[in-house]
């Protein structure tokens, strides 16, 4: 009964147990789920709330939680590599999405990508990620199908389709026009102008084993039609490459042609303005560039109206490219040329010239263009004469070349206008393509400074002269002025008179100044002084660089052999510099251009370089490496007042024929920088705030090599009190007993010889004292520093005396305790150079048997003379015998003049 009960409940407890061991199956399976699932990688990305797995609001995960991404700058570039980092298409659209929530934070990276980065991490996320609140969300919407590669933009590149979650070239035999037209849409640009197979490599994948058959009107290339292809094999070079048409999102408008106007964008359903504080020349380009327009011929201030802020680099391709920001910046005017470019130069009125024929780009044949041609060019431009005019000069053309002679008379406005005719040869041969260089426009003067090299800028504006200013980057505002006058280096820049003009921005690598950024934010007048006829360049600051003098409206490289310091004096002072410091051949590079062909025999007191004496070179050449380069010291124009030292007080600057005040109320510590460097101080110990009286105000980024390279201004401020440190020491080894030699390990000391250690320092700080420090023992002397110098006699060297000195200088002074460190003193012990002891004897006497032989030849005396100089030989024997003991006992230690006295 027993063993049949049991019977009866075993089957009902296996029947219980089994959902307890499935769910401790589920448990334990989850549970190693969960281990085998590592976290996202930190700053990976990823969209949500979109209507596909490739569109949505992006997020970044970061510190261990996805949070919305927000940025200040935004590009197509940064969407494009979320595309890319999950694995979708090309990016199609982005926008800004609503505020976070409230209470709601977000990451903020702030990204510049190039684009060609795979993940979103490998970007340039300047300042580091952070928490934001407050901010717009970012969408992104990608194709999921299908993609441009190896492209040079948005718009184009090898055609890839998505196929088993990975990606396939498609085959040029199986992609027509019509299935062009359907990829261009889809991925947001304009129609397709250009197919073919191998424009852009052939891919490393497989190749798609379908044959589109799109009829044009579908939303995506997978909607079309396909069919198996009868051939399955796609030769090499034949993976198809699509050019699309940027997007019709950009526009001019209100300036009587479709290639000059104010710029609007197409954004999130409406047209808005486009404007910027900066990279106006570079948007102006990318504008230009995608409406087929050719060059920008000017980029004045826009309407009031203010939109939101693009910043390029110039060779986007279209303006959605760019970074931007909802920032409201100054509307942005462009105009461009309709017909005619210059590419591949270094401004705006240089290049290699390109004609539009069929909606297309050609360039044009130097057989084709001559002087006449080249003033309309220039003119349409808006540049000044033409200065250059060559084949290849700017590189060849990779397009079609222009079928016509150009025919201008010169005064024709657009080189379209002027009559053209055949070719009667069809052929332009490589490196024929010209090239054209004008000259700078005159729309920039010096007024008002007694020569067209110095006085307040101007520049002809909208019909009128207009005082420029700048409350920063003055010195690069100068630069640009002096190099489109074709005037030599920047002598001085000062604040300008109080008329205030319209505020500009230079980087100082621009061709001309409008080039340069700007806006009508009134800014005070600015008034430059440049050299006339020399300048120097590719230096460091403002008194370095290589000495080029002007001849025949172009600059000329000096040859080092025809330049000596006299000249150089006459050239430091005319460019508002110190005393000639360096002067050496090749010492900047070397110059690209023309080589000065006479020699300079200036006096050193002469105010212009020009002014001197010249001469005509007996060598016509030059040799490479021969260049002259100069560096100047700085000028004394900045003095330290009232502290006692020459390296401690406050800061004044000699401006304008008087001592001004110099004061700061930002960026103390760099100014502070600059001023102890252009002294010969050290480094700064301390900034404090000066005396009430109103200075100028002065801001430095602290890598100036003088205070006048910094941005100066009229605005009053509190003066400024620098204290610099003490500038290293030196140290150095002297004897009196000639037992001190150069080994191939430093100075040596002969043994039983005195020897002197010497430290001084330059004469900045009163009193004070030096410390001498051997590293060989704990053993230091100090002394006090006797007109800024202290000498340590050690009596006979020993081995003991062997090892590395440092002089330590102390002093105490204005509140702070001055201490600096000279560069190690190895010195090593050596025995007597016996050998040399020896050699020095022998020397002596076979010197003076030639002497004794030589006249015995030449005068060949009576007996008697013969007997009385054979006494004085002896005697002279003697003598010569006793100075050498005499001069061995000098040099040999102690004991070594023992052993001479037992060799005599």
Known sequence: MTVDLFRSVEPQLETDMIPAVIILILFWS?????????????????????????????????????SGLCSSWWSMMVAKVVCRELDCGNVVAESRGPLFEHNTRGVRLSSRCSGNEYFIRQCDNRGGPGYCFGEYYHHVICSESVRLVDGAGLCSGRVEVKSDQSWASVCEADFDRQDAEVVCGELGCGAPAALQGGLYGGGEGQTSDKEFQCKGNESLLLDCDTSNRENNTCLPGNAVGLTCSEPDDVRLVGGGSRCAG???????????????????????????????????????????????????????????????????????????????????????????????????????????FDRQDAEVVCGELGCGAPAALQGGLYGEGEGQTWDKEF????????????????????????????????SEPDDVRLVGGGSRCAGVVERYDQGEWRTVGSDWNQRDV???????????????????????????????????????????????????????????????????????????????????????????????????????????????????????????????????????????????????????????????????????????????????????????????????????????CGSAVSVLPGNTTGAHGVVCDGTESALRECVITFDRHSGLTVICSSVQPEIFLTDSMGGVSRGHQGPEVFRGYSFTITCSTQPQYPGGSFLLTFTGSNRTQTQPAVNHSAAFLFPAADDSHQGNYRCVYDNYGFSHNFSSESELLSLTITASPLPAFIIRHVVVLLILLTAITTSYLYYKPTRRQKRVNRVSSMDLYVNAMEMVSLSSRAEAGPGEERAAQGTE
């Open 30 to 66: 989850t549970d190693l789920q969960a281990q085998s699932v590592s976290p996202p990688a930190e700053h990976s990305v990823r969209l949500v709330n979109g209507t596909t797995s490739c569109s949505g609001t992006v997020e970044v995960f970061y510190r261990g939680e996805w």
């Open 262 to 368: 104010g710029v609007e964008r197409y954004d999130q359903g409406e047209w808005r303005t486009v404007g910027t504080l900066s990279d106006v020349k570079d948007i102006a380009a990318v504008v230009c560039r995608q409406l087929g327009c050719g060059s920008t011929v000017s980029v004045p201030p826009g309407n009031p109206a203010r939109g939101f802020e693009a910043s390029c680099s110039g060779s986007e391709s279209s303006l959605r490219e760019c970074p931007r920001s909802y920032d409201r910046s100054p509307g942005l005017t462009v105009i461009c040329s309709e017909s005619v470019r210059l590419v591949d130069g270094a401004g705006l009125c240089s290049g290699r010239v390109e004609v539009k024929s069929d909606q297309s780009w050609a360039s044009v044949c130097e057989a084709d």
């Open 407 to 438: 025919q201008c008379k010169g005064k024709e406005s657009l080189l379209l206008d002027c009559d053209t005719s055949d070719r009667e040869n069809n052929i332009c041969l490589p490196g024929n393509a010209v090239g054209l260089t004008c």
């Open 478 to 680: 100068a630069a640009v002025v002096c190099r489109q006058l074709g005037c030599g280096s920047t002598v001085s820049v000062l604040p300008g008179n109080t008329t205030r003009g319209f505020g500009v921005s230079c980087s100082g690598s621009e061709s001309s100044l409008r080039e340069c950024s700007r806006s009508y934010d009134l800014s005070p007048g600015l008034t430059v002084i440049c050299s006339e006829s020399v300048r120097l360049v590719d230096g460091a600051g403002l008194c370095s660089g290589r000495v080029e003098v002007k001849s025949n409206q172009s600059w000329a490289s000096v040859c080092e052999a025809d330049f000596d310091r006299q000249d150089a004096e006459v050239v430091c002072g005319e460019l508002g510099c110190g005393a000639p410091a360096a002067l050496q051949g090749g010492l900047y590079g070397e110059g690209e251009g023309q080589t000065w062909d006479n020699e300079f025999q200036c006096k050193g007191k002469e105010s212009l370089l020009l002014d001197c004496d010249t001469s005509d070179r007996e060598n016509n050449i030059c040799l490479p490496g021969n260049a002259v380069g100069l560096t100047c010291s700085e000028p004394d124009d900045v003095r330290l007042v009232g502290g006692g030292s020459r390296c401690a007080g406050g800061v004044e600057w000699f401006d304008q024929g008087e001592w001004r005040t110099v004061g700061s109320d930002w960026d103390q510590r760099d100014v502070a920088a600059v001023v102890c460097r252009q002294l010969g």
